[in-house]
């Protein structure tokens, strides 16, 4: 019998109608347009301004979507793993309201968070259970409503987050094809670099930290850049290198949409071709647990039986991580 891994076999994506663009948010903070694109890559990202709508809302949407593109019977899901750093409500998980909304009646789910590394951590968590086999159908969702937690008067935040949310259905294979190896790492020297200071169990939330703004994320972008550059390159060479894969094996670099440069650099010290570095960040911002299955979802056909892809992805705490997986089905 051959080994079971985990692999990839269908994916869904949803993103808000509303944009909001370099040009509107000049009329918001002291920025420009010129400005943000050489330093961030970013040209527009989506909002969720309905404020009835909540990250749940968004996880829905893209599960629906890949439900309808895979034909998938939604009573065949055995777990949803929700990846997020935006949950609807406090101890109410997210990811249950979402199994029951789309029809998982026979899933359990939960939510993961691990900013913006949630989804990479999600997959490995999949692939776990998959490996088991003691569950057939896992649907990881990354999603994030990040304008909820996003000060419009911060210029070093409000020009980077936006609203998103991909899917991921993992199931076996036993053709060597899906989730081959993974480097995950943490570290809390992080901790107070990128952060919502109230709101948890150390500062709970009261008239004076709303009225202090202490619900809105704030950021060391001096800090969380020089980390993520040298931490998600890094781990994208080991896992290279662990795996005796040269540059032209990789066909694909996966990596999380936080900032054009950090990306630029993971794939400079992968000595990888510009062709095959996947971003959508000018259209979508950084949204933080939707990164890597907004990627999947964009650029699906581009994706051949057989390809080697190398996920990346660096988050607050910090939380980081790489992993390599061979490509399952041709779109």
Known sequence: MNKITAAVTAVGAYVPEDVLTNKMLEEMVDTNDEWITSRTGIKERRILKDPNKGTSFLAIEAAKDLIEKKNLDPKEIDLIIMATATPDLPVASTG?????????VNAFSYDLQAACSSFLYGMSTAAAYIESGRYKKVLVIGADKMSSIIDYKDRTTCIIFGDGAGAALFEPNEEGLGLQDEILRCDSIGRDSLRIE???????ATAETVANKLHYVRQDGKT???FAVSNMSGVSEEIMQRNDLTNSDVNWLIAHQANKRIVGATASRM????EKVLMNIERYGNTTSATLPLLLSDFEKSFKKGDNLIFASFGGGFTWGAAYLKWAYNS
């Not at 249950?96 to 998982?104: F, K, S």
């Not at 109230?198 to 709970?204: D, E, K, R, T, Y």
């Open 271 to 274: 000595n990888l071709e510009d």
């Open 198 to 204: 109230a709101g948890g169990s150390l500062m709970p």
């Open 224 to 226: 969380v850049f020089k």
């Open 96 to 104: 249950v309201h979402v199994a029951t909304q789309i029809g998982a």
